[in-house]
């Protein structure tokens, strides 16, 4: 595995209109979280952690995995953590209590410093915005179109999000991390408190990859890709652990897998050095997709 950075979680959080948080950067309080409801929901999030084979899972996260892999478990814990803003009833479970306690120490101390932006809330909104321009996107393709989720990590959107219910996704990651999902949305489900977790897409397809390897959209076509089909690709949170090269090659392929197909790309960049060489419409006259959206992160 040669990617290399963590998610941005554990840096400064760069605001969207391009700005960065600090902490003499605290007085307005325009993104405040209430922090008896933080405590709320940050005890909820804990409850879900009931089942002791869910436990003993995230043990195992947290002794074998490194910062790429557990990057997905950070970012399950901000939607867990921002649930008035995201409704993702597998998030807590997906990020374990570790990421939960880390995440919650910080945006505690974020409210009680009366910080501009709490921790995590970048990652929210940009959640948020990929929701509704797969809602959007689906809606445009006629309600069937297949969905490919590159770095899906803990993404849960298959079980929650009710656009979803005619589509195939695909999730692509790497195999101990598709491994261990599936390992703990059983668990889960098995279990008593977590009856309402339901699949809701019309199927699911893990393909374990490598996405800086050449091969993955072979392994992604031999796991039921049709090229012919209209298709969303969702890279949220990925390019930017991906070196400059790699994610160039991962853009080019998917502009290369299409045929005929009505294709939507979904993105965001976080890279603050390498975003004036991905500007929309060098993407967009680039590769020959019919449609590319693009949520820039770090305009700085
Ligand atoms: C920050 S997480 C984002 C996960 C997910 N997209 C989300 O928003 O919840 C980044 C994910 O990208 C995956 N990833 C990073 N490099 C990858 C690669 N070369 N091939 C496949 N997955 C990769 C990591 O394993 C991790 O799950």
């Not at 505690?108 to 932006?117: F, P, Q, T, W």
């Not at 668990?187 to 019309?202: D, F, Y």
């Not at 990859?209 to 209209?230: A, F």
């Amino acid at each position: 595995m040669s990617s290399s950075k963590p998610e941005e979680e554990e840096k400064e959080a760069p605001c969207m209109n391009g700005e960065v948080a600090t902490e003499d950067d605290s007085s307005s309080g325009e993104v405040g979280v209430d922090e008896a409801e933080g405590e709320r929901e940050f005890a909820a999030a804990m409850a879900q952690l009931a089942p002791e084979g869910v436990r003993a899972l995230h043990a195992r996260v947290e002794a074998e995995w490194g910062p790429v892999l557990q990057s997905a478990c950070q970012t399950a814990a901000v939607r867990a953590l921002w649930a008035r803003t995201v409704r993702d009833p597998a998030a807590a479970v997906l990020a374990g209590e570790r990421y939960l306690r880390g995440l919650h120490e910080k945006m505690r101390r974020d409210v009680r410093a009366g910080a501009r932006e709490v921790h995590g809330v970048m990652i929210a909104v940009r959640t948020l915005w990929f929701d509704a321009r797969i809602e959007a996107a689906v809606d445009a393709l006629g309600g069937e179109p297949q969905v490919v989720i590159l770095g899906a990590g803990m993404d849960a959107r298959a079980y929650r999000l009710n656009c979803l219910k005619e589509c195939t996704v695909f999730e692509l990651d790497f195999p101990e991390l598709l491994e261990m999902k599936s390992d703990l949305l059983h668990e889960a489900m098995s279990s008593a408190n977590h009856q309402k977790l339901t699949l809701m897409a019309k199927s699911l397809i893990g393909v374990p990859s490598n996405i800086q390897d050449g091969d993955w959209v072979t392994k992604l076509q031999s796991c039921g890709y049709v090229p012919e089909r209209n298709t969303i690709w969702v890279l949220e949170g990925i390019i930017y652990y991906l070196h400059h090269a790699d994610a160039m090659q991962v853009l080019e392929t998917i502009a290369a897998s299409r045929s005929s197909a009505c294709t939507v790309l979904l993105a965001d960049f976080m890279n603050r050095m390498r975003h004036h060489s991905l500007q929309p419409c060098t993407i967009s006259t680039m590769t020959p997709l019919s449609s590319c959206c693009l949520l820039l992160g770090s305009l700085r």
